[in-house]
């Protein structure tokens, strides 16, 4: 009898793994391994500085140094193959990205396709014609706004070598940009319950060209794309652009194709569905 796989579990910008939790709850449940990877940076490895608490102190936080400062994305490869090489040692290997999570996904499958056994998008970024920063001037992504953190960005990414942003913020305007950005379908509990999850730095290196999806390698392994009908952070317009540019890369093998309804978040919320719809996937 085959063993099962271990999905592996790759988060997005501002994320770790405790946000997979329930999913992984309900997964187990199904019968089914998973192993929910914290990034480098990320998890107990992130940085919550004493001006983040409350009161807070926006100048010292301004300046406070990050753990995740000079990580790259290259550090998060390295760090998801070893994983990989761990669960492959107890069968097939299914890697789960969302979001920013993609682009380390990407980049691993074209370095060790040998190490995975599909790969699963769940509206995640997967770079094929263009580089992250480049698909955000494109028609499919006029209706995002990109400037939703800014409002509550905090200290210089350049002078401090990463992304910070108060999440703990009590400005409306903030709170309102990241519920509709993130959470429009949840309640206002779920929302800040889930925005209470996020650190507040992130690093900066989202790839270059040589970190697209290339087609002797990560154009062998299997693929799914998880498509979020109602992403308003990464709308479907994006997500089925990156499927249609990756399939015409390698043609003879196509994304399958599934969609759940929700936003960019309600699926690690309420993952009932998302857990059923992968555990299907262990089967192909």
């Given at each position: ?89 107890n069968g097939p290997a299914i890697l789960v990205s969302h979001s920013r999570g ?183």
């Amino acid at each position: 009898m085959p063993s099962l796989p271990t999905f592996v579990l790759v988060h997005g910008a501002f994320a770790n793994s405790f946000s997979f939790a329930p999913l992984q709850a309900e997964l187990a449940l199904l019968g089914h391994r998973s192993a929910a990877i914290d990034l480098p940076g990320h998890g107990f490895g992130a940085t919550y500085p004493a001006a983040y608490q409350t009161p807070q102190d926006l100048d010292a936080l301004a300046a406070e140094p990050g753990a995740i400062k000079g990580v790259t994305l290259a550090d998060n490869v390295a760090h998801v193959i070893e994983a990989l090489e761990r669960a492959k040692r107890n069968g097939p290997a299914i890697l789960v990205s969302h979001s920013r999570g993609g682009v380390t996904a990407t980049a691993v499958a074209n370095a060790r396709p040998d190490l995975i056994d599909r790969i699963v998008y769940v509206s995640a970024w997967c770079p094929v014609d263009l580089d992250v920063n480049d698909y955000y001037a494109e028609p499919e992504m006029a209706d995002v706004d990109a400037g939703a953190l800014a409002l509550a960005l905090v200290g210089n990414p350049a002078e401090l070598g990463l992304l910070r942003v108060n999440f703990r913020t009590a400005e409306p305007a903030a709170l309102d940009a990241f519920k509709h950005a993130f959470a429009a379908d949840l309640t206002d509990d779920e929302f800040r319950t889930f925005l209470n999850s996020f650190q507040p730095d992130e690093n900066l290196d989202v790839g270059t060209s040589a970190d697209r999806a290339q087609a002797a390698t990560w154009g062998r392994v299997p693929r799914t794309y998880v498509r979020l009908a109602d992403d308003t952070s990464l709308p479907p317009a994006a997500q089925d652009r990156m499927i249609r540019e990756a399939d015409a890369l390698t043609p003879d093998n196509p994304f399958d194709v599934r969609t759940l309804e929700g936003g960019h978040l309600r699926w690690l919320v309420r993952p009932k569905p998302a857990a059923e719809l992968l555990a299907g996937l262990a089967a192909l």
